[in-house]
Each structure stands twice: as C-alpha cells, then as structure tokens.
C-alpha cells in the first residue's frame, strides 16, 4: 500500500434482527504500525472485533452509519431494494470520512454496481474513484471499516435485546426464528418492527400460526 485510502464495508445485512451498519475508515501508511491484528471482521471473534476497533478509532479517520430496525425498515419501503439502500449508506459513511481527510480512491466489497453508489455521492465525492472488489477484506482499509460496522452492530444489537428484554441471537437461523416469535407473545407484532429486518422471509415464518 503506497497511498492512503478509504475502504467501506456493512455488517447486519443478513442478521436478521438488529441494525444495517456501514463502516468506512481512511488508512494511511502512517497507521499501519497501528492497526496489528486487524482483518476481516468474519475472521475475528466479538471480543477481538470491539477491542480493534477501538484501536481504530483512536488512530484513523472513520464513519459509522447505523439504521436501526425501525428506519431501516422505512427505508427498504422507499427504495424496495437493498444494494440501493446500502449505496446510500455507503455513500453516507465515505462522505462523512472525506470531511476528515481527503482520499482519491475507495475500496468496497463488490455488493453492487459501483456507479449506483457513485450516484449517491454529495459533490465531495463526485471526483474519487471507486473501486469495486471481491474479497476487498483482504484491504487494510476495508478490514478496517468492517471491524468498526461489526463492532457497532454488536453493541447495537445487545441495546435492543436490552430495550426488548430478551436477548436477539445474530444471523436468521431456527433459534432466530424462536426468539423472534417470543418477541411477538411477549411485544407484539409492533415490537417486531422496533428489532428486526421484516423483509427477511423470517417474519413470513415468524408470524404463521
């Protein structure tokens, strides 16, 4: 890595409770010493990814986005498709970054067609370069970017499990759907709406009788 640059990447996006997350972190060559440890956030155990990412955070320039069930819910109403939400997301979270420090270059994961977050961008953005990757978390930067989106889809989810008064398990298994329909005897369907992703073909299963 020769120049410095902003990687971007998500977590929640197939959990089906808790919020959508983008991260994105400007890496530099002079934050390299600093970031030891840090890789796809896949490949790390909770506890690591909230340690690193505090290490991050002290030492680069980054954003986190986070929607919530609730406004995540809205806005996969309005855009009906979830590579145009996370585009705005993304757009959002680099955005946000280039207001720190200036970048020529971002890297993300190959979620989508890189010109419908190009689209999406303010004017700060409009003359960066995108670059679209599979694999991108073997980046510096786009690891970095995803321990901080796990980090804070982490301790997100624990907040609604706190505030819902059950815990929320990760990913969209049978034990999702278990404590999802727990949730609904004990809240309500409208409690659903408050900690879940109801797009997911979970709620369809939740709420059959």
Known sequence: MD?????????????????????????????????????DSKKLTDKTAISLAAQIKRYCPHNVISIGPAKYNELYEKFRNLNRLLAWGHA?????????HPADLVISDQFADPSGLKRQLFEKGKSIELRSVVRAESDIAVAAAS??????????????????????????????????????????????????????????????V
């Not at 971007?8 to 600093?34: R, T």
């Not at 959002?92 to 720190?100: D, G, P, W, Y």
């Open 3 to 39: 120049k410095g640059h902003i990687g971007v990447d998500e977590s929640g996006k197939g959990d089906y409770f808790g919020p959508l997350v983008v991260g994105a972190c400007y890496v530099g060559q002079e934050h390299l010493a600093e970031l030891e440890g840090v890789k």
């Open 92 to 100: 959002r979270a680099i955005e946000n970054v280039l207001e720190q």
């Open 147 to 208: 321990v901080l989106a796990r980090a804070e889809f982490l301790w997100r989810l624990k907040k609604l499990g706190e505030e819902a008064g059950m815990e929320l398990p990760k990913g969209a298994s049978q034990m999702v759907v278990a404590a999802a329909k727990r949730l609904v005897q004990k809240n309500g369907r409208s409690g659903l709406a408050q900690v879940a992703k109801l797009h997911f073909k979970t709620t369809q299963e939740v709420l059959s």
